[in-house]
């Protein structure tokens, strides 16, 4: 089992950036596919991006794609989701995942291990 803990989340400016942070105890990072949803009040969890777990490749929505970065340092058991140029409809609690399975999810059942989640507002 892993403990996933988010942090780096704030009030930006439209146009700004943040960095956001998922860092692991319990297991390995690495034994895991990692992704980052967000979710606002009233909405359904939403997919953001995902890397997977030996390989590293990334996957996004469209929504955040050429903006967003997903990435992972193993050494530090910790995965990143770096924002930029955020508008103002990115304002949501982003949360982190650990997926077991290899297989290419965007479905936030289907994944095994949540954060608490941090706040990311963007004003325009």
């Known amino acids: 089992q892993v403990q996933l803990v988010e942090s780096g989340g704030g009030l930006v400016q439209a146009g700004g950036s943040l960095r956001l942070s998922c860092t692991a105890s319990g297991r390995a990072v690495s034994s895991y596919a990692m992704g980052w949803f967000r979710q606002v009040p009233g909405k359904e969890r939403e997919f953001v991006a995902r890397i997977s777990m030996i390989a590293g490749r990334t996957y996004y929505a469209d929504s955040v794609k050429g903006r967003f970065t997903i990435s992972r340092d193993n050494a530090k058991n910790t995965v990143y989701l770096r924002m930029s140029s955020l508008k103002p409809e990115d304002t949501a609690v982003y949360y982190c995942?650990?997926?077991?399975?290899?297989?290419?999810?965007?479905?936030?059942?289907?994944?095994?291990?949540w954060g608490q989640g941090t706040q990311v507002t963007v004003s325009s």
């Open positions: 995942a650990a997926d077991i399975s290899a297989r290419v999810t965007t479905t936030p059942i289907t994944y095994d291990y």
